[in-house]
């Protein structure tokens, strides 16, 4: 009893730890080192109360661990983690990586003041979208251009401005769910629209329309049903067929096409995926989708057509609420630069660089991979495998790729844990109990740490 007494005595005051030299030359937050030393100091006086802990670490331990605890916590929050799940467009872990120039770009307006809404020749005040606008049009042939928060509010932002208190008709076999809760027809109703089903499950035709058209028709919808596939016997409406429609009766055609591949991605395998530009060209009034799916540039969403509907929209209220902020702008306007040349995009987005992969080279840069696991004293395996694009880009579409299998003492699970735990989190995948990294996910700057982590475990 005496001896506890003593012990909890002896516990030094947090202002007393915080004077510590470790903890002053830390670099560490103060207000956070002295949290974690609160949290340690009071876990220290139960353990003494109960008697598990009969001697006390000296004063540069403790310092130590605070420091230790302080930098965990600290961490915690959003960070880099390498992706060896093989799917590119991974939600969960932000979609599209940026390539090079948009970081830079990002960088050069985040920490600066920028010409966001400022026109330098004129002196007066300028249009924020006003340049990645011109790319857009030099890239799709559209008329104009608006680009919001993301492609959620890209349809939210159309139909509030072009059809509230109107029909909006839709294929029954668009009416999509598109993760996280978006819910075309619940969207449609929160919009103020009335949505007119038409069709069926698995087959819609441009006459189920054409009958549904009537004085309170404001917008005929159509849905890149992105992250499903309906397969057998089907049939949907064209949109070069709905566009003479809509223009027979004057009603705008509204295309969400999701993920909004500007050049051709037929030759990575990735079928049916229709071509921002085709669907302008057929006649689409209003095209949107998403900046950080197959366009691989920062999350917003991207409206193109005919002028007078984004006029409308750059004057609707709830515009001011969804439009993109400066570092989206500078990195979408970086991104789309390079589109002019598809050569070019292909090397320095790293999304079109990921698909464009070929079996060939994804096999030896997995040889590679196993190469340096062993140099660092570990052993893996090259595996075949599938990886998807994912970001909901052709539902069921597989790619040819390869993998590298950890060999050891681990179960499969315990290597998943255990890659998770890293500095720099390494995600994988486990499949017939077997754990996978799909190198066309990864970047070759991170071979050395991932062959370090990887026999390390
Ligand atoms: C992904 C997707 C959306 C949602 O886009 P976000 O940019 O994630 O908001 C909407 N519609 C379709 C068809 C999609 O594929």
Do not use: W
Not at 10 to 39: T, W
């Amino acid at each position: 009893m005496q001896q506890m007494e003593n012990l909890l005595r002896q516990i030094p005051q947090v202002d007393k730890l915080m004077q510590n030299e470790h903890i002053v030359n830390s670099g560490i937050y103060r207000h956070e080192v002295a949290d974690a030393a609160r949290d340690m100091l009071s876990k220290l006086r139960e353990g003494i109360k109960a008697g598990e802990i009969t001697e006390l670490p000296d004063i540069a331990e403790l310092a130590q661990s605070a420091i230790q605890h302080a930098k965990e916590q600290a961490c915690k929050g959003i960070r880099p983690v390498i992706n060896g799940t093989g799917v590119i467009l991974h939600s969960n872990l932000g979609r599209a990586c940026l390539s090079k120039s948009a970081v830079e770009a990002v960088a050069n307006t985040a920490a600066s003041y920028c010409t966001l809404e400022y026109d330098v020749e004129k002196g007066a005040r300028g249009n924020r979208t006003d340049s990645v606008e011109k790319y857009l049009q030099e890239i799709t042939n559209c008329e104009a251009a608006i680009v919001v928060n993301n492609n959620a509010a890209a349809v939210l932002l159309i139909l509030f401005a072009i059809a509230s208190d109107g029909n909006v008709i839709v294929s029954r076999g668009e009416l999509v769910e598109i993760g996280g809760k978006f819910r075309v027809p619940d969207i449609i109703d929160r919009c103020g629209c009335y949505l007119l089903e038409v069709g069926t499950t698995n087959k819609t035709r441009t006459a189920d329309y054409e009958a549904a058209i009537d004085e309170k028709t404001k917008a005929i919808l159509k849905v890149h049903s992105s992250n499903f596939k309906i397969v057998g016997f089907t049939e949907s409406a064209p949109i070069e067929e709905l566009s003479a429609l809509g223009k027979k009766h004057k009603i705008p055609v509204i295309e969400d096409i999701g993920s909004g591949a500007l050049i051709n991605v037929n030759k990575y395998g990735l079928y049916d995926e229709p071509l921002v530009k085709e669907s302008i060209k057929k006649g689409a009034d209003v095209v949107s989708f998403s900046g950080d799916k197959l366009l691989g540039g920062p999350q917003c969403g991207i409206i193109l057509g005919r002028k007078e509907y984004i006029a409308k929209m750059k004057k609707h209220p709830l515009y001011r609420a969804l439009r993109a902020d400066k570092m989206t702008i500078a990195a979408l306007e970086a991104t789309l630069r390079v589109y002019a040349d598809p050569q070019v995009a292909e090397c320095e987005i790293p999304v079109l660089s990921m698909l464009s992969l070929t079996g060939e080279v994804l096999q030896s840069r997995a040889e590679a991979l196993c190469e340096k696991i062993k140099e660092y004293g570990g052993v893996a395996e090259v595996i075949r495998t599938k990886s998807v694009a994912g970001g909901g880009s052709v539902p069921g579409l597989e790619l040819d790729s390869y993998a590298i299998a950890p060999i050891g003492a681990k179960s499969a699970d315990e290597m998943e844990k255990a890659l998770r735990a890293q500095s720099k989190p390494i995600i994988g995948r486990i499949e017939n109990d077997r754990y996978l990294l799909d190198v066309r996910t990864f970047f070759e700057d991170d071979y050395e740490y991932i062959a370090d982590c990887v026999s390390k475990v």
